[in-house]
């Protein structure tokens, strides 16, 4: 019982730092060049995205 309670604040409080500070937390991963790189990777793997990006830019 007090082992859940803990875990519910600590989801919470977890919630909030990352809420708060999303943009820091952000830019701080996109300042990382490998770390740049592989989401990048990533982004531009998903086809939604890709078809969505390549039709704005070759119209």
Not at 11 to 36: D, E, G, H, K, V
Not at 42 to 57: A, C, D, T
């Amino acid at each position: 019982m007090q082992n859940d309670f803990f875990k519910i604040i600590l989801i919470t409080a977890l919630s909030f730092f990352l809420y708060r500070y999303r943009y820091r937390i952000l830019n701080f991963l996109l300042n990382q060049p490998m770390l740049r790189q592989i989401m990048v990777k990533s982004f531009i793997g998903s086809p939604f995205i890709r078809e969505r990006m390549m039709g704005q830019l070759f119209r």
